[in-house]
């Protein structure tokens, strides 16, 4: 059974930091692309951003492009998120996600896996 924890949330104060963490167990990490995704009260779920089976390939969403970073130790099978110059439009649940093959994609429907999710609250 594969399941996937998140951790790091918490509240800051915008322009901080944080750093995501999810720990997969269950199943076979490092072949598998991973991604974050994030829903904010009243919205639809949105993609933040995705990282291939190796590492090799990222891809963000246009807003978090430059601030975000996301990165995989394979061997701790742990997916990470470092979110930096944090807005308050960044509020929202985040979730880790595993795909359904080893390509970074945007899609949710690519993937399989979902975590239960990590709260952000960035307040101005």
């Known amino acids: 059974q594969v399941q996937l924890v998140e951790s790091g949330g918490g509240l800051v104060q915008a322009g901080g930091s944080l750093r995501l963490a999810c720990e997969a167990s269950g199943g076979t990490f490092s072949i598998y692309a991973m991604a974050w995704f994030r829903q904010a009260p009243g919205k639809e779920r949105e993609f933040v951003a995705t990282?291939?089976?190796?590492?090799?390939?990222?891809n963000y969403a246009d807003s978090v492009k430059g601030r975000f970073t996301i990165s995989r130790d394979n061997a701790k099978s742990t997916l990470y998120l470092q979110m930096n110059s944090l807005k308050p439009e960044d509020t929202a649940l985040y979730y880790c996600?595993?795909?359904?093959?080893?390509?970074?994609?945007?899609?949710?429907?690519?993937?399989?896996?979902w975590g239960q999710g990590t709260q952000v609250t960035v307040s101005s």
């Open positions: 990282i291939s089976y190796s590492g090799g390939v990222t």
């Open positions: 996600t595993k795909a359904r093959g080893p390509l970074a994609t945007r899609t949710g429907d690519d993937y399989r896996y």
